[in-house]
């Protein structure tokens, strides 16, 4: 109540000093109010992570650690910090946590600069298959800097090709191996990457951006027991604030946190690590882990109902929140479909596919989750997509649907 008052008090100061802005932020609020958010990373913040990230913190400088600054007044941000340092350490059972990586790509540069040295040899998911940029694209820094070796999918059943990582383990002795992946929908065997990296004598990197959030609700395995770092975001599943985090054990704590700050990183960012500690106190709840649950049930019940309506959804499925599915037996590709899909306000990202050239589609279920959608909802939504796929629900009739069912459940932080 208060939160909101205040929402609405900091909305009115912007509006009288900088209109134009702040007609820009009602748009993006209506927008996301009135389509629906299918994107597969994206989620809906609480209004009290809001709170904070829009607080005072956010004028504080504080390089360094909590009772080790490079700047004076760092007392009370420094409880901050250590609060999102001790309920992550609690909320994924790990020795250390590592929560001012500014994003996921920080966290995963971050993990790198603390187990190699430019030229190693990686090995990792390929981007044709899902694999982040981070994961060696040459576009990235990643791809320029070290020695990527990519593993990929079986092109029938779309899962991970357990034969060949090991072959290229064998092959390449990389210095670390990552898994991890931005389309995977299914739940990454941690145990056998463990055992591949042994193998072989290779550190392992879990990349779980991704289903962190779900780890956290205890809806998918955790990689913290397995890889000797973990890196995530927190604002994809995990509902808090945009940013990254690295998890890992006693004995990389130091060069883990030498390798963001100072190596890869200059000040925290002191609002965004006080909005962290608010979304772990949130995903530490019992709300949170039936959320993770439904989270999962929904993305159960939208693939299986893109899969009634024809699409073919990769894997045949989905353990997580994120489905990727082919949409040319409707007769388009990926982009088109994208946009056809847009059009009519169903909102959602393209990717690669485990075989040939074209694209597909790649959605999740975190957002429409948070607002409260259930099975039901995910089953008119797959018979929604496929008619305006198919062309027999138009652009203006599609968007008066997904206007109807988005206004049915307001998003906690764009209402
Ligand atoms: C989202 C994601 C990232 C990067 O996160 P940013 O915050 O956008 O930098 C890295 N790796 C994987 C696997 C991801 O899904």
Same mark, same amino acid.
């Given at each position: 109540m208060s939160v909101s008052r205040t929402r609405t008090a900091e909305a009115a100061v912007l509006r009288r000093q900088d209109p134009e802005l702040a007609d820009i932020l009602l748009g993006e609020q209506q927008r996301q109010?009135?389509?629906?958010?299918? /994107?597969?990373?994206?989620?809906?913040t609480s209004p009290a992570v809001l709170a904070a990230l829009g607080s005072p913190l956010a004028n504080k400088y504080a390089e360094g650690y909590p009772g080790a600054r490079h700047h004076g007044g760092c007392e009370i941000v420094d409880v901050a910090e250590r609060i999102a340092i001790d309920r992550a350490k609690s909320l994924f059972g790990a020795e250390h946590a590592n929560v001012q990586p500014h994003s996921g790509s920080s966290a995963v540069l971050a993990a790198y600069a603390a187990l190699l040295r430019p030229g190693d040899t990686v090995l990792a998911l390929g981007l044709p298959y899902g694999g982040h940029l981070t994961h060696g694209s040459p576009a990235n820094f990643s791809g320029r800097w070290f020695d990527f070796v990519g593993y990929g999918v079986d092109a029938e059943s779309g899962l991970i090709d357990h034969d060949q990582v090991r072959a290229l383990a =064998? &092959?390449? =002795?990389?210095?670390? /191996?990552? $898994?991890?992946s931005i389309a995977y929908p299914r739940h990454v065997d941690y145990a056998f990457f463990r055992e591949v990296a042994d193998e072989v004598g290779a550190y392992l990197i879990a990349d779980a951006a991704h289903p962190i959030g779900l780890v956290a609700g205890g809806a998918a395995p955790s990689p913290v027991p397995y890889a000797d770092i973990v890196c995530a975001t927190t604002h994809k599943v995990l509902r808090g604030p945009r940013g990254g985090m690295i998890l890992c054990g006693a004995e990389l704590a130091e060069r883990v946190d030498r390798a963001v700050f100072p190596f890869t990183q200059g000040g925290a960012q002191?609002?965004?690590i006080a909005a962290k500690a608010v979304a772990f106190g949130e995903a530490a709840t019992p709300e949170f882990k039936a959320y993770a649950h439904q989270v999962v049930d929904n993305a159960q019940v939208l693939a299986a109902g893109l899969t009634a309506e024809g699409l073919a959804v990769t894997t045949g499925g989905?353990?997580?929140h994120l489905i990727t599915a082919d949409p040319a037996p409707q007769g388009v590709d990926g982009r088109t479909a994208r946009g056809r899909l847009a059009a009519a306000g169903l909102v959602l990202d393209? $990717? &690669?596919l485990p075989h040939g050239e074209s694209r597909g589609l790649r959605l999740g279920t975190a957002a429409v989750t948070t607002q409260g959608m259930g099975e039901g909802e995910m089953a008119y939504v797959a018979g929604l997509m496929a008619r305006v796929l198919r062309g027999e629900t138009d652009a203006q =009739?599609? =968007?008066a649907e997904a206007r109807e069912l988005a206004e049915r459940f307001p998003p906690p932080s764009a209402g």
């Open positions: 109010a009135t389509t629906l958010q299918l /994107i597969a990373a994206e989620n809906f =064998r &092959a390449h =002795r990389p210095k670390a /191996i990552v $898994c991890g002191m609002h965004t989905t353990d997580t393209c $990717c &690669a =009739r599609g =968007r």
